[in-house]
């Protein structure tokens, strides 16, 4: 069974990008978001605990999303589906991302956000799983991302955004989307 926020990125793949022979790395592979990949593009899956992903990819592989051992321009489609609140220093994974992202390629990076904060609101040392559920809304989050403070620090990282507001995603409703989700999709200029 796929999560909202699965339905909802493959949906808006599916209509607003040509992915067909197209190079992506999909970090945390969601099931049905990857087989409709892989049957149109050719994917590397990674994540920091491949063995939990192997019944999705048995070929993916580990990797640590600060430091991608890919070669600079290698993919043109990076997807990244609530990973970033999970790393410390998200600004160097940001980085990273460009790094092996070519010129004009597209990054779909998802992260949950609060619209009703300006500032993320993060603290590195608090490692209690209760405080940070509390704060960031689950055990193994190290932080809650504002709307726009989000935008600004991919922006930061060399990113142009194009970001899908809840209105301009009313024509996925019945994918059953968050009332508030947005699709945060930024270019590499």
């Known amino acids: 069974m796929s999560k909202n926020r699965e339905r909802l990125l493959l949906a808006v793949i599916k209509d607003k990008l040509d992915i067909n022979g197209k190079l992506v790395l999909h970090f945390s592979p969601e099931k049905n978001l990857f087989r409709y990949l892989a049957q149109h593009a050719s994917v590397t899956s990674v994540d920091t605990m ?16 600060t430091a991608l051992r890919f070669r600079d321009k290698s993919f043109d489609l990076v997807i990244a589906n609530h990973i970033l609140e999970h790393i410390p220093d998200d600004g160097k994974a940001i980085r990273e991302i460009y790094r092996v992202l070519r010129p004009g390629g597209i990054a779909i990076l998802q992260v949950p956000f609060s619209a009703s904060i300006l500032s993320t609101i993060e603290d590195p040392g608090i490692s209690d799983p209760e405080r940070q559920e509390e704060l960031f809304g689950q055990k193994d989050h190290v932080r809650i991302y504002g709307l726009r403070d989000y935008i600004n620090r991919v922006e930061r990282g060399g990113f142009e955004s194009v970001v899908l507001s809840p209105s301009a995603l009313l024509q996925y409703e019945q994918f059953a989307i968050q009332e508030q989700e947005y699709v945060f999709m930024f270019h590499k200029r």
């Open 50 to 65: 491949p063995g939990f992903y192997r019944n999705i990819d048995p070929n993916i592989s580990f990797a640590d999303a």
